[in-house]
């Protein structure tokens, strides 16, 4: 299997069912659309490295939650969800982790491919992120990432226990999990629950909310937030590698809440 192989054995709904594809250019960002304004990602045309997307950079703050030591190019990290492709050229490309990207929208692989530099490092799964996780080997992930709005934004499309405790079973002891919600619409409180049921209330943070509503949730396999001073000099050895990247690390500690808080 060669880098960056479209792999379709995955089962999927029929293409004809899900939404067409759109591009937006604005102040030099390329943005990605799914038949509606609402922007499903986005990449600065001449910094494609450069994290741009405000609550993609939030979702990134699971990095604290791993010692540095396993943020040197080992483990496998998975994106649900592909997006405008960010997460997946920072795990491939800068991380240097084994990485796959799973869509169930073959129109958004083929815009990734032709417009927003989908890594060839990377292993893209053209099917059902619940497919995929059910196939998926034991404790075999260490930074998950899910993003799983439809074209109208509304509510996640897999958001039930069903669903969490899939994710809670591929990572790995001491992994991460990232999810994309709206921290200002009711049903972020049912998610957040969820999450926690399947996680424990212990190991579920939310980071402070968007100005366009994006909260992010942070959950851990079997590992706490680490002590302050710790975190602290994890989020300044982040922003250290990648602050060029907009990663402004040293910010998110402060970003970060305990279950069961809620954004304001």
Partial sequence: MTPSEIIGRMPAREPEALP???????????????????????????????????YIQRMLAALLWL??????????AVQLGLGAGALT????QQLKMATTAVEINPQVIAANQRHF??????????????????????GSVRLLFVDLYDHEAAAPVLDDTGFYAACHRVLEEGGAMAVNLFGRDASFRDSIDRIAGVFGVEHTWSLRPTRQGNSVVVAARGTALPARDELLARAAQVEQRFGRLKLLARQWPRMIRPYPSLPP
Avoid: C, N
């Avoid at 067409?20 to 986005?42: C, F, K």
């Avoid at 010692?67 to 496998?76: D, R, T």
């Fill in 89 to 92: 050229r920072f795990t491939a």
């Fill in 117 to 138: 530099h989908l890594p060839r490092e990377a292993l893209v799964v053209k099917g059902d992120a619940a497919d995929w996780l059910a196939q998926a080997d034991p």
């Fill in 67 to 76: 010692p540095p030591a396993a943020l040197a190019g080992e483990g496998a």
């Fill in 20 to 54: 067409g594809v759109t591009l937006s250019e604005d102040d030099g960002v390329r943005y990605l659309h799914l038949d509606t304004p609402w922007i499903q990602g986005g990449m600065r045309i001449r910094a494609p490295q450069v994290v741009e997307i405000d």
